[in-house]
């Protein structure tokens, strides 16, 4: 089946380019390129959390062609792709045979952190990208990589700073599988509170790490795709 992947808050496409050789023959691997970003990079920033959806919507819909298809989205990603599924739906496309929403609770739940950090001022915001991990030290040393950085990750929060959740008349009715790292201080409530929007229970999968799991235990994340996928 063709997995498409969503990156997290100033993530690109690459990260994911990486998991294609492990998945091959179970999934082929289509990383979404964010606008602002990669080979996007010269494109604008999106206005609204709801044209960062039109935009990936308008990616996966040329790619649909009655086979099966899984969405994965870790953080922001996780968030966009829910949105995204549902726009799917509301167009009368078929929604994915499997979703993998990873590193975010569900988007019903509030922030636990009220800080707006997509506002804070440079020296604040780069104080909390830095107590949330994931990024190597020597980033925030080198200026040019700042300047080139920070604009796509401040824009990527307010994305996922800005999102309304809207209650719907029908839940997600395909496989739903959450990753989760049990030291993942950014979760808020209870991480089966995904449960609310799907039909079905949904299948939980932690793994022994942070935020950014998905990193530092890049191996494990694959097997348990690989098991999610070659189970259906």
Known sequence: MKLFCIPYAGGSAFFYSQWSSHLNGIAEIIPVELAGRGRRVHEPFYRSFEEAVEDITSIIVPQLSGEPYGIFGHSLGAILAFETIHQLKSRGYKEPDVVFFSGRSA??????????????????????LMELGGTPPQFFDNTELMDLFLPIIRSDFRLSETHMFKERNSKLGCDVYIFFGYKDDTLSGDIEEWDQVSDSACKYVGFDGDHFFIHSHSQLVIEALMKALNFR
């Open 107 to 128: 988007p019903h739940v509030p922030d636990k952190d009220e800080t707006i950090v997509h506002t804070l001022p440079a020296e604040e915001f780069k104080r909390h």
